[in-house]
């Protein structure tokens, strides 16, 4: 490990490697900051220009701002009360008091301080995990990497945002995108309705644009008109001492647990990490007592902008690993590794464990090059936090579309990812994670080939499926989610159900002439 650990730093340490990291988490801060975008749009803008990348330089870039994301979202948590990211929402609670009361600067140096500690803390955990689970995992054979795939979509169906009915819902969109095209292994033409030009499938790259770019936009449109007005124009980032932060040790430290742990659950990703590490230390706290929380203290800040951070060494676990991903933007990195010719999973660390160790070495420099640019640059940030939202957005449709068009150098693509767009859009207003519908699309085909050649090998013995204990283990969980879900929504109706006899009972008694 530590051999391909170091080889991984060599391979980043190039000065275009290094450029393109630090690029990147400029980006990240930056995308971050403003309201409205999000790491997955800006991932997705910048999508078709790594086409042409080496690997390796292509994900540094993505990297970078997956991890500068994160911090960007508390600047404007603090200063405008607007989360940047619906992660950083939590920040505001203690953040936004602090600037009310001039500490603005210090507030955005608990923030800066926060996210690198918990980065930090959450490299660790993916260094320590990554190559532990990727050695079991090698000794897998295919009925348990089909396992693997099923189990990933019904954790993140039943995880992500939403019912786990919406989220199959998702899911079974994608394992349809997925089986378009030509079988890989009969030859045989499925759902192309004779059209050539389906013959090779639906176009991957316009699907996660349409998902990731359109959509996103689409929905976020609205947050550009809501007037916001910067609490101070002159921000000057005020680190905490060294002391300060170690005597706070408990805030960063909870939160970072919860953000690697619960990073590491499929779908979930940081929204949730934040408020729980922030209700535990609240509860848990004696100096400051609970109910000083919301007026403005430190470690309102630290807890949640150190789970934010750690999610990210959580989320690259379960995707370098078995190919399933953490949130929405590595379940987009997870698409540019299909494009770039790998095989995301359990063979990932096999067939290419300098790109693995790339990616490591990648999220531990970015998280340094983050501390620095808030250091040094936050007074751009501010700036550009003073100019209108709106104007961005037809520029990132303008780039959307021409990333959908130079995949395949056609327009077609472009109405794929139009369609996909309007999809996504009119499915997340009604409360269906888009997440589900890019991992369906991913995983659809490793499930496919692993399910159909388990069963070649076995004779078409389905038992093969129950044949071994991890085998009967990951069946077990996958039956066990999908019970759970169907008992929680007989619950919800037999609940619903309760409220309506009540309801009708009371309006017997009151109505007229009774």
């Not at 230390?281 to 934010?308: D, H, M, R, W, Y």
């Not at 080939?449 to 991890?470: D, Q």
Request: with cysteine; proline share 6%; aromatic share 8%.
């Amino acid at each position: 490990m530590l051999e391909g650990l170091i080889q991984g730093f060599v391979e980043m340490s190039s000065l275009s490697n290094l450029a393109l990291l630090f690029v990147g988490t400029a980006l990240g801060i930056l995308v971050g900051a403003l309201p409205g975008l999000s790491s997955p749009m800006a991932i997705i803008v910048l999508l078709p220009i790594t086409f042409a990348m080496e690997t390796l330089p292509a994900f540094a870039i993505m990297i970078g701002i997956y991890v500068g994301t994160k911090l960007g979202g508390s600047f404007s948590a603090i200063l405008l009360r607007t989360p940047g990211t619906p992660a950083s929402a939590c920040t505001a609670v203690d953040g936004y008091p602090m600037a009310l009361r001039g500490e603005a600067g210090l507030a955005l140096g608990y923030a800066t301080m926060g996210s690198t500690a918990g980065g930090l803390l959450g490299w660790v955990a993916a260094v320590t995990a990554i190559p532990f689970i990727a050695t079991i995992a090698l000794d897998s054979a295919p009925p348990d990497i089909a396992l693997i795939g099923i189990a990933g979509l019904v954790m993140v169906s039943a995880f992500a945002r939403g019912s786990m009915v919406k989220g199959f819902a998702g899911v079974l969109v994608g394992l349809l995108i997925s089986s378009v095209g030509m079988d890989g292994q009969d030859a045989v033409m499925r759902y192309t309705f004779s059209l050539p030009i389906l013959e090779s499938g639906v176009p991957f790259a316009a699907v996660l644009v349409g998902v990731f770019g359109f959509a996103v936009v689409f929905s976020d449109i609205a947050m550009t008109v809501k007037g916001t007005e910067l609490l101070t124009r002159d921000v000057k980032l005020n680190l905490p001492g060294l002391g300060d932060l170690l005597r706070r040790w408990k805030a960063w430290v909870i939160g970072a647990a919860y953000g690697i742990g619960i990073g590491a659950i499929p779908g979930v990703g940081a929204d949730g990490s934040t408020w729980l590490s922030y209700a535990t230390v609240k509860n848990q706290s004696k100096n400051p007592p609970p109910e000083a929380f919301g007026t403005g203290v430190p470690e309102g800040i630290l807890a949640p902008e150190s789970s934010n951070n750690a999610t990210t060494g959580g989320a690259l676990v379960p995707m370098l690993t078995l190919g399933i991903p953490g949130d929405g933007s590595t379940a987009i990195m997870l698409g540019a590794m299909v494009m770039h010719g790998l095989t995301p999973g359990v063979s990932l660390m096999r067939d290419d464990p300098h790109i693995v160790y790339g990616l490591l070495a990648a999220l531990l420099i970015a998280t340094v090059f983050m501390f620095i640019i808030a250091w040094t640059a936050i007074g751009s940030f501010v700036f550009v936090l003073q100019r209108e939202r709106s104007v961005l957005f037809p520029f990132i449709l303008v780039f959307a579309t021409i990333g959908a068009f130079s995949s395949a150098n056609m327009l077609f693509p472009v109405y794929v990812a139009i369609i996909f767009g309007l999809l996504g859009f009119w499915l997340e207003g009604r409360g269906f994670p888009v997440v589900t519908i890019v991992l369906g699309a991913i995983l659809g085909p490793i499930i496919e080939y692993n399910i159909r050649l388990g069963l070649a090998l076995s004779g078409g013995e389905w038992t093969t499926f129950v044949g071994t204990w991890p085998r009967m283990v990951l069946a077990s969980v996958i039956v066990i989610l999908i019970g759970i879900e169907i008992r929680s929504a007989f619950k919800a109706r037999s609940a619903a159900n309760r409220l309506k006899d009540q309801s009708e009972e009371r309006t017997g008694r009151l109505a007229p002439g009774d």
